[in-house]
């Protein structure tokens, strides 16, 4: 069992990279979360789970310790396979989505990729007696909520879901939202949002 590699970025790709560890190319699929913290040419430790089928052996791998252990948790849950796992890690930070189970907000839930109702339900149900408080910084998730959720009302929810589906995930889109809260209108929030992101 690998626990983790360490090497050389030799290439990224959207959802995989290749690290060169003593020659030897490993393909190592990844999230945007831990894509944002590598760079081709640069030497670093990623934490490895090895999913093994009968047609191939993947390897996923994980910047941060907290990537990783949201990734286990998520695996062990019935119906979430490694990928959708993968796709969830990259849409929200780990911090947030143990913030979402704490809250047992089943509507934010179904808004990450492939989780419909009855999965957000079950990974509530099996993962809240996990999770303890000090899994996440409940200071920050409970600013992040108030920010982006109570003092601007429906607005705010409305345009977070359609910026979701132009296909930008929900970590970049509360990071430029909380740059500002006073609101006139639900396209007022999409247009500054759009211009926000358009700049990265």
């Given at each position: 069992?690998?626990?983790?590699?360490?090497?050389?970025?030799?290439?990224?790709?959207?959802?995989?990279?290749?690290?060169?560890?003593?020659?030897?190319?490993?393909?190592?699929?990844?999230?945007?979360?831990?894509?944002?913290?590598?760079?081709?040419?640069?030497?670093?430790?990623?934490?490895?789970?090895?999913?093994?089928?009968?047609?191939?052996?993947?390897?996923?791998?994980?910047?941060?310790?907290?990537?990783?252990?949201?990734?286990?948790?998520?695996?062990?849950?019935?119906?979430?396979?490694?990928?959708?796992?993968?796709?969830?890690?990259?849409?929200?930070?780990?911090?947030?989505?143990?913030?979402?189970?704490h809250?047992k907000?089943?509507?934010?839930?179904?808004?990450?990729?492939?989780?419909?109702?009855?999965?957000?339900?079950?990974?509530?149900?099996?993962?809240?007696?996990?999770?303890?408080?000090?899994?996440?910084d409940?200071?920050?998730?409970?600013?992040?909520?108030?920010?982006?959720?109570?003092?601007?009302?429906?607005?705010?929810?409305?345009?977070?879901?359609?910026?979701?589906?132009?296909?930008?995930?929900?970590?970049?889109?509360?990071?430029?939202?909380?740059?500002?809260?006073?609101?006139?209108?639900?396209?007022?929030?999409?247009?500054?949002?759009?211009?926000?992101?358009q700049?990265?």
């Amino acid at each position: 069992m690998i626990g983790f590699l360490r090497g050389r970025v030799a290439y990224t790709f959207p959802d995989y990279c290749f690290l060169d560890v003593h020659d030897v190319g490993y393909r190592v699929f990844i999230s945007h979360q831990t894509r944002n913290q590598i760079s081709v040419g640069t030497e670093v430790m990623l934490y490895i789970h090895t999913h093994v089928r009968e047609d191939a052996i993947l390897l996923y791998g994980f910047f941060s310790q907290e990537e990783y252990d949201l990734f286990q948790h998520l695996i062990g849950i019935s119906g979430i396979g490694p990928k959708v796992a993968q796709g969830i890690l990259s849409a929200i930070t780990a911090n947030d989505f143990y913030h979402l189970i704490h809250r047992k907000d089943v509507k934010a839930i179904t808004k990450l990729p492939g989780i419909g109702k009855k999965t957000a339900e079950r990974i509530i149900l099996e993962l809240k007696d996990k999770l303890s408080a000090t899994s996440f910084d409940v200071s920050d998730a409970a600013d992040d909520t108030a920010s982006l959720g109570d003092a601007m009302g429906d607005m705010v929810s409305e345009a977070i879901e359609a910026l979701l589906s132009l296909g930008f995930q929900q970590s970049e889109v509360q990071s430029v939202l909380k740059k500002k809260s006073d609101w006139e209108s639900t396209e007022e929030i999409i247009r500054y949002a759009l211009a926000e992101l358009q700049r990265f």
